[in-house]
């Protein structure tokens, strides 16, 4: 049966890095969960459809966060002035313990879930933990919420605590999630999860790379993230180059859609290769800037034509709502430019907000922009609270990034389909 719906309101969206479009008082015509026009006026033919009115209202694409931790969720806003491994072995590992336990894994993740569903983001790249269980009961969560993600269940054998180590059983237990998963939501699916080098071993890897490839599954990591990190990779893996080649060895980068979290000290090699993997970045500017690993070449990188997003990373990051990330990632470029006395390094806020929504929404197919064909994921925000009286479009968009909260999130639409908020 055909499914047609008209929004009307102040229509803002990024179609290329740098660009905002803006349509005072428009339509926006969806069918079957996709974009099929944006118009200043409803055409006759869609006179019988579907009018949601929210005329005084700003309608945005929904926004994608490639990188979060769902585990991580419970103790956000804690260890903030730590560096990222001491915070890890005293924050995020002890934590990811607790979900062998189901019943807490339940309480925790539904947490996690009820927010995400009402915060900006209408698609993630989660991690959850080693825990089959647990990440079923996650999965299931976020397939209720009617959001769209792929959910990994973490792979890990070595330098982790002994109850995260899944030794020579990591291969099947990754196997056993994939089978389980993989036709059981429509809109959640499994994605390959080694932690990053430091805890999985070649052969981990290699099995790992092996699975992606049999069932066409992607693939989410993380990547020179801090220097200490770096230099124990290089101790790790001396046969591979560099930090990206220890990931391409193992056939992780080549062959399925992947996302690599951070990137914030890659050597010219490195964005070479990654550019011709296709690989997507997830920038993390808040978690890079809480756990001391420096400030990602953002500009740089969208200027070379990588593949770029934004993400939380919570709870490196300590904000769940991806308006923060736009705004912190702006902030980290413009600090970063200062220190190098390279004024072009600066981040736009429009540049930002193309990242927050059709940059990353690209990893999962044409999403985050109001261009025909694009999935139908809106948000309906109510700025009216920010006295936007006498501020162009545009100008709206930035108060609302900078002031704006779930509060102003009026409703929110998902392939076409209202999320109850």
């Known amino acids: 049966m055909e499914h047609r719906l008209a929004l009307k309101g102040q229509i803002v969206y990024a179609p290329q890095a740098g660009e905002i479009v803006s349509v005072a008082d428009g339509y926006l015509l969806t069918e079957n969960g996709r974009i099929v026009e944006v118009c ?30 769902a585990p991580q969720y419970a103790f956000r806003g ?67 919420s009617g959001l769209f993600a792929h959910v990994g269940k973490v792979s890990m054998d070595r330098n982790c605590p002994p109850e995260l180590n899944e030794g020579a059983a990591a291969p099947a237990a990754m196997a056993a999630w994939v089978l389980d998963l993989r036709e059981r939501y429509n809109n959640v699916k499994p994605i390959i999860t080694p932690r ?29 993230e801090n220097l200490n990190e770096i230099e124990w990779v290089r101790k790790l893996e001396p046969q591979s180059r560099h930090y990206a080649d220890a990931y391409d060895r193992y056939g992780l980068l080549e062959g ?56 939380t ?28 006395n390279r004024p072009e390094d600066t981040l736009s806020i429009a540049e930002a907000f193309y990242l927050a929504t059709k940059g990353g929404g690209a990893f999962f197919g044409q999403v985050g922009s109001f261009e025909p064909g694009y999935a139908a994921d809106i948000l309906v925000i109510d700025d009216s609270p920010l006295s936007p009286r006498g501020l162009t479009l545009r100008q709206r968009l930035e108060r609302v990034i900078y002031q704006a909260d779930s509060r102003h999130l009026l409703a929110k639409f998902v392939a076409g389909r209202q999320i109850a908020l």
């Open 196 to 224: 990053f080098i430091p805890s999985c071993s070649g052969q981990l890897l290699a099995s790992l790379g092996q699975l992606a490839k049999q069932y066409d599954l992607p693939v989410q990591s993380h990547l020179a």
């Open 256 to 311: 399925q859609p992947t996302v690599m979290a951070h990137c914030v000290h890659l050597s010219k090699e490195e964005m070479r290769l990654l550019r011709k993997r296709r690989v997507f970045i997830a920038h993390c500017p808040q978690s890079n800037a809480n756990l001391l690993s420096g400030a990602a070449p953002i500009k740089n990188m969208l200027v070379a034509g990588l593949k770029l997003g934004l993400a």
């Open 313 to 340: 990373d919570m709870a490196g990051g300590a904000h769940i709502s991806m308006l923060r990330v736009i705004q912190d990632a702006v902030a980290v470029s413009k600090m970063r430019a200062a220190f190098y």
């Open 40 to 69: 200043d006026s409803l055409p006759e033919e869609w006179r019988t459809a579907r009018l949601s009115d929210y005329r005084h209202c700003l309608l945005l694409p929904g926004m994608t966060d490639l990188h979060i931790h």
């Open 78 to 144: 804690l260890g903030m002035d730590m560096e990222l491994l001491p915070w890890l072995e005293s924050y995020a590992f002890p934590e990811e313990i607790r979900y062998a336990g189901e019943d807490y894994a339940a309480y925790a993740y539904q947490t996690f879930a009820d927010d995400l569903r009402n915060s900006f983001t209408c698609r993630a790249n989660i991690f959850a933990t080693v825990h089959n269980g647990a990440s079923s009961i996650l999965a299931a969560l976020i397939a209720e």
